[in-house]
């Protein structure tokens, strides 16, 4: 267990923080299934690093992390399966999931909660002391430091009760990782980026040295693309919930979360629209480095765009590019709204035909939808 500082012990926060901590177990015992083995090797792998105070490019002895692995999955299999408790703070006890209420009262002690939902609806939860607060254009930014209680998902940013949080400790292993983990089509873009940080060479020696500044380029990135998020007013956010609580851990749910991400750095308010008007050439190379997996078919023009801006500098170029993957998404999430509204209407959650239609609803996503843009990137 992590102690926290003695004057928040002070004020009883002991049994709050082993209630926390029991969730966060359960949590990830119930939902360590939807990773693969590599992925939950990684996982695993960060989690202890954090747990040992270690930087992003240290490694734990690999005897002890085998059987820190294994102690974990013991406590997982007793556990899997049970009820989260209610968080009990000052004499009263609060759902983990309200995080507005928990946070008015850890506010005095410059501690932050998050709870919520991830991918496959995975409930997450971390505790995290508050380094600053500011306000931009109207949005409460909160960036923690210290994280004295986490789980598996190492999640750098993320947007809650209206505000956006910046997890500096997730978000260090978080982009390490990516730029270590980085596939050969993106390396050129990495390279780039790095050079435009100012760093000498782009060798691991000099990414060790500089990674605060790396990591400050990165956070911008962050904070606009959940500003983005926040801000989207093209896919019903309704509609959205439904799909992703319907269809977890599914194409359905990838494709409509890469989507809605597209809108976030596309959009009027976006990450790509924060990096072009502030001509942040770094941020524009780390931004095509970072992107795989489905959101390169549905953005396909992105990087030999910033392939040419790389000889040319040319930022309308890049803009131009900005506004058609904006059109692409808008018109993904139209269509995937069309198909949930199509079926919907005919749905009766009583009726015995539910499953079903739901059923034909995700073929029908992934008919028109998802398998063309599968079949574009081979």
Not at 189 to 199: D, E, I, V, Y
Not at 231 to 250: G, T, Y
């Amino acid at each position: 267990m992590i102690n926290l500082d003695k004057g928040v012990n002070d004020m009883n926060l002991e049994q709050f923080e082993k209630t926390m901590q029991d969730n966060i177990e359960i949590s990830d015992a119930s939902g360590s299934s939807i990773f693969s083995i590599c992925g939950m090797a990684l996982r695993l792998r960060d989690l202890n690093k954090w747990e040992k105070g270690l930087n992003p490019w240290e490694e734990n002895d690999p005897k002890e992390l085998v059987d820190w692995i294994d102690q974990k999955e013991q406590q997982w299999d007793i556990i899997e399966g049970q009820a989260f408790s209610s968080l009990p703070f000052m004499g009263k006890n609060y759902d983990p999931f309200d995080t507005c209420t928990i946070n008015k009262r850890l506010s005095p002690f410059k501690l932050f909660y998050g709870a919520g939902y991830a991918h496959s609806l995975k409930p997450t939860f971390f505790l995290a002391s508050i380094d600053q607060t500011f306000d931009l254009d109207g949005t409460p930014i909160l960036i923690l430091e210290k994280e004295l209680l986490r789980d598996l998902l190492t999640l750098p940013a993320l947007n809650q009760d209206d505000s956006i949080i910046v997890r500096r400790d997730a978000a260090r292993l978080f982009l390490w990782d990516q730029m270590v983990y980085l596939k050969k089509s993106g390396q050129r873009f990495l390279h780039f980026a790095l050079k435009q940080c100012g760093l000498p060479d782009t060798d691991i020696k000099s990414r060790k040295t500089h990674f605060d500044s790396i990591l400050s380029v990165q956070e911008q990135t962050y904070i606009h693309h959940e500003i983005g998020e926040i801000n989207d007013v093209i896919f019903d956010r309704k509609i959205f919930r439904e799909l992703v609580s319907q269809f977890p851990h599914s194409t359905v749910e990838l494709l409509t979360r890469t989507t809605k991400d597209l809108l976030a750095d596309t959009g009027p308010q976006s990450t790509l629209g924060h990096i072009i008007s502030t001509r942040n050439a770094a941020g524009l190379g780390f931004y095509a480095a970072f992107q795989d997996g489905l959101f390169r078919p549905l953005f396909p023009q992105l990087r030999p765009a910033i392939e040419k801006f790389v000889s040319d500098k040319d930022w309308e170029g890049i803009e131009t590019v900005r506004q058609k993957g904006f059109q692409t998404a808008k018109q993904y999430a139209q269509d995937l709204m069309d198909i949930f509204y199509e079926v919907s209407n005919k749905l009766n959650k009583l009726d015995k035909s539910y499953q079903k239609d739901m059923k034909s609803m995700e073929e029908k996503i992934n008919k028109i939808l998802f398998q063309p843009l599968i079949e574009r990137s081979i």
